[in-house]
Structures are given as structure tokens and as C-alpha cells.
């Protein structure tokens, strides 16, 4: 018995040592350990809430960065903005001035001061370039050089006199011979208006005029026009005349101007079809086609615009 007694007892011993041992402080139990588990793994997250690698961090290094992204994007700024705005504002007055300055002229040119003097004669309306005789008295020959070929032809120049009086008259015919460039011959009725006639020949100065008008241009085919050949005048355009174009097949093609103002088509290219105008400054006005009616004047719905 007491050999058995002194086992268990040892055995007692062992078991009180061993839950000792295992209970001693700084141990963990199961639930401890199971705690433990969670704690690392949320230490992710306590490791990014370090000051280098916060969220907080990390959202003001970005607010920063984007702060100085907007610093380095001048484009968006007002100022930016500012300096291109009036290069758009150039642009656009580049190309009115373009327009201004009339490409296609030939030597009477708009905002040019012409000197020269003022004769008269008994006008009629008509003359060089052939448009009829009418009641519009108010009209004037160029001088040769300044006629220019027929290129002053309709052409509207406002005259002025010493004196202050102005009269505005539209380019009929030519002036030979002996007039001078800057010299204009004008209806005995426009000369009235500047001076007496008395006075015989006044100086004067001169230039191009855009009149206001509500008129529309006309087109007359020329005597002896037919499908194969055709000579073609504008009347009554409020600019000079640069161009007349004739449409043949999908395209223009431009006529050559006589000195008595029409534009001819030696091999009928083009007539009784549509017509381009162009004036001085370039404007292009369309005509639908009109049938070959000779020495018929034949009304348009077209206009130039004034400058």
C-alpha cells in the first residue's frame, strides 16, 4: 500500500508542477494565443498609420502634389488665358484688314488719295464702256492710265474740290489723249457741283467709293453672242470688278477683259451658263445661268457688299 501511495503521490506532484509551469506569468492561454492571431493580423493597418505611410500622410502629400501640378499648368490660368485672347483678336483683324486692302485692284485702290484735275464734257451716261445712255448723269471719263484697261469701268470715286464740295460719280468712259493721271472728265452737271463752269478746270483730289445702293447687278450678252462665242458685261456692281467666270464642266473658268468692258469666251465655253463675279476685294457672287440673249440687260438678285 504504501508503495502505491508514494506513485500516486509522485504522479499528483508532476501534475501541480506541470499547471505551474504552464500558468506562470507572461504565458497565454488558447484564447490568448487566438487574440494574438487577430492583433498581427491587423497590423497592416497599424503599420500604415505610421507617420511616413498614413492615410492622413499619404492625402496631403497628394493635395500637395496636385496643388503643385495646378502651379505648373499655366494653360488654365487667367493670365493664360488672357495672353491668348487677343492673339484670336489679331487673327481677326488681320484678315479684315486682307479684306480691306482689296488684292485684286489694279491702280485705283480704296483708302488711296488720287491729285489730279477736273475738266468737263457733255455726258450722256455712256461711252468706253459701253453701258447705255441714261438719265444718272452724275458720271465721269478716267484718265487713260487710270482707266487701265476697262478696269475703272463702275468703278464709284468720290471727288473732292478745293472749296470743300464733294460729288460722287460713277466711271463711264475713258479720257485720251491729253489727260493727265489723277485727271478725271466729268459730266458737265457733276462739274457744276464742284465749281462754276466758268472755271473750266479745278484741282482736285479723289478716291474709291463703296456707295450704299439697292440696286442689284445686271448681265448683258453682247451683240452677235451666241452658244459659241459670247462677249459678257456686269452693270451696275457697287464695287470695281475684278473677275468674270464662266462654269464649265466642274469648274471656273475666267474670261479675258477687252478694253471696251466685256468679257469674252472666243470658243462659247461657258455661255448661256452660270457666271462668278469677283470684285477688287475678292467677294465671289454666283449668277445661275442665264440663256444667250444678245444686247438684252438681264437682272440678277446680287449684290457686293459696301466697304
Same mark, same amino acid.
Request: hydrophobic fraction near 35%; aromatic fraction near 6%; glycine fraction near 10%.
Given at each position: 500500500?504504501?508503495? /502505491?501511495?508514494?506513485?500516486?503521490?509522485?504522479?499528483?506532484?508532476?501534475?501541480?508542477?506541470?499547471?505551474?509551469?504552464?500558468?506562470?506569468?507572461?504565458?497565454?492561454?488558447?484564447?490568448?494565443?487566438?487574440?494574438?492571431?487577430?492583433?498581427?493580423?491587423?497590423?497592416?493597418?497599424?503599420?500604415?498609420?505610421?507617420?511616413?505611410?498614413?492615410?492622413?500622410?499619404?492625402?496631403?502629400?497628394?493635395?500637395?502634389?496636385?496643388?503643385?501640378?495646378?502651379?505648373?499648368?499655366?494653360?488654365?490660368?487667367?493670365?493664360?488665358?488672357?495672353?491668348?485672347?487677343?492673339?484670336?483678336?489679331?487673327?481677326?483683324?488681320?484678315?479684315?484688314?486682307?479684306?480691306?486692302?482689296?488684292? %485684286?485692284?489694279?491702280? &485705283?485702290?480704296?483708302?488711296?488719295?488720287?491729285?489730279?484735275?477736273?475738266?468737263?464734257?457733255?455726258?450722256?451716261?455712256?461711252?468706253?464702256?459701253?453701258?447705255?445712255?441714261?438719265?444718272?448723269?452724275?458720271?465721269?471719263?478716267?484718265?487713260?492710265?487710270?482707266?487701265?484697261?476697262?478696269?475703272?469701268?463702275?468703278?464709284?470715286?468720290?471727288?473732292?474740290?478745293?472749296?470743300?464740295?464733294?460729288?460722287?460719280?460713277?466711271?463711264?468712259?475713258?479720257?485720251?489723249?491729253?489727260?493727265?493721271?489723277?485727271?478725271?472728265?466729268?459730266?458737265?452737271?457733276?462739274?457744276?457741283?464742284?465749281?462754276?463752269?466758268?472755271?473750266? /478746270?479745278?484741282?482736285?483730289?479723289?478716291?474709291?467709293?463703296?456707295?450704299?445702293?439697292?440696286?442689284?447687278?445686271? &448681265?448683258?450678252?453682247?451683240?452677235?453672242?451666241?452658244?459659241?462665242?459670247?462677249?459678257?458685261?456686269?452693270?451696275?456692281?457697287?464695287?470695281?470688278?475684278?473677275?468674270?467666270?464662266?462654269?464649265?464642266?466642274?469648274?471656273? /473658268?475666267? %474670261?479675258?477683259?477687252?478694253?471696251?468692258?466685256?468679257?469674252?469666251?472666243?470658243?462659247?465655253?461657258?455661255?448661256?451658263?452660270?457666271?462668278?463675279?469677283?470684285?477688287?476685294?475678292?467677294?465671289?457672287?454666283?449668277?445661275?445661268?442665264?440663256?444667250?440673249?444678245?444686247?438684252?440687260?438681264?437682272?440678277?438678285?446680287?449684290?457686293?457688299?459696301?466697304?
Amino acid at each position: 500500500m504504501s508503495k /502505491r501511495w508514494l506513485f500516486l503521490s509522485a504522479a499528483a506532484v508532476l501534475i501541480v508542477v506541470s499547471l505551474a509551469l504552464v500558468l506562470l506569468p507572461g504565458q497565454k492561454g488558447d484564447e490568448d494565443v487566438k487574440a494574438e492571431a487577430g492583433s498581427v493580423a491587423a497590423e497592416p493597418s497599424a503599420t500604415s498609420s505610421s507617420p511616413v505611410n498614413s492615410p492622413s500622410a499619404s492625402g496631403t502629400s497628394t493635395a500637395s502634389a496636385r496643388a503643385t501640378a495646378a502651379s505648373k499648368k499655366p494653360s488654365v490660368t487667367p493670365s493664360a488665358r488672357a495672353t491668348t485672347r487677343p492673339a484670336a483678336t489679331a487673327a481677326t483683324k488681320t484678315r479684315q484688314q486682307v479684306s480691306g486692302t482689296a488684292p %485684286l485692284a489694279g491702280r &485705283i485702290r480704296p483708302g488711296v488719295t488720287y491729285r489730279g484735275v477736273a475738266t468737263f464734257y457733255d455726258a450722256d451716261g455712256g461711252g468706253s464702256c459701253l453701258y447705255d445712255p441714261s438719265g444718272d448723269v452724275m458720271t465721269g471719263a478716267m484718265n487713260t492710265a487710270d482707266y487701265e484697261s476697262s478696269k475703272a469701268c463702275g468703278a464709284y470715286v468720290l471727288v473732292h474740290a478745293a472749296g470743300g464740295a464733294t460729288i460722287t460719280v460713277r466711271i463711264t468712259n475713258e479720257c485720251p489723249g491729253d489727260c493727265a493721271p489723277g485727271q478725271i472728265d466729268l459730266s458737265a452737271q457733276a462739274f457744276a457741283k464742284l465749281a462754276a463752269p466758268s472755271a473750266g /478746270r479745278i484741282p482736285i483730289t479723289w478716291n474709291l467709293a463703296s456707295p450704299s445702293t439697292s440696286d442689284r447687278i445686271s &448681265i448683258r450678252y453682247k451683240t452677235g453672242s451666241t452658244r459659241y462665242w459670247c462677249g459678257i458685261q456686269a452693270i451696275g456692281h457697287r464695287n470695281p470688278l475684278a473677275r468674270l467666270e464662266v462654269a464649265v464642266g466642274s469648274g471656273w /473658268r475666267q %474670261l479675258e477683259r477687252t478694253d471696251y468692258n466685256y468679257f469674252i469666251s472666243e470658243d462659247g465655253s461657258g455661255c448661256g451658263g452660270a457666271l462668278r463675279l469677283t470684285d477688287i476685294y475678292g467677294e465671289q457672287l454666283t449668277v445661275p445661268a442665264l440663256a444667250v440673249r444678245a444686247n438684252v440687260t438681264q437682272p440678277t438678285h446680287v449684290q457686293f457688299a459696301k466697304h
